[in-house]
């Protein structure tokens, strides 16, 4: 079993950065792809950014690209979503997830997930 916590979230103003931070214990994340999803009342999750058990590769919606950047450190079983040039459509809860799927771009291929984190953007 892998609990996951995320962190970070906040209310930022169009244009500013977040860093989202996702905390595994119970097992270590090293073996897991990882992913963050977001989701807005009403509405499914939504993909946003996974990354690989090695770190080396990442995927991206195309909403985010070239905005948002995932990575990990294996050592400290952490995951990060740095989202920078936030637009308010960005405002969701974000979710961390882990899989044994890359890319899992869909949420039914994740195992673990956190709670999440409210992050919203102020136009």
């Known amino acids: 079993q892998v609990q996951l916590v995320e962190s970070g979230g906040g209310l930022v103003q169009a244009g500013g950065s977040l860093r989202l931070s996702c905390a595994a214990s119970?097992?270590?994340?090293?073996?897991?792809?990882m992913g963050w999803f977001r989701q807005t009342p009403g509405k499914e999750l939504e993909f946003v950014a996974t990354?690989?058990?090695?770190?080396?590769?990442?995927d991206y919606a195309d909403s985010v690209k070239g905005r948002f950047t995932i990575s990990r450190d294996n050592a400290k079983n952490t995951v990060s979503l740095q989202m920078n040039s936030l637009k308010p459509e960005d405002t969701a809860v974000y979710y961390c997830?882990?899989?044994?799927?890359?890319?899992?771009?869909?949420?039914?291929?994740?195992?673990?997930w956190g709670q999440g984190t409210q992050v919203t953007v102020s136009s």
């Open positions: 990354i690989t058990s090695t770190g080396l590769t990442t």
């Open positions: 997830g882990a899989t044994r799927i890359f890319p899992g771009r869909r949420s039914s291929q994740y195992e673990f």
């Open positions: 119970g097992r270590t994340l090293s073996s897991y792809p």
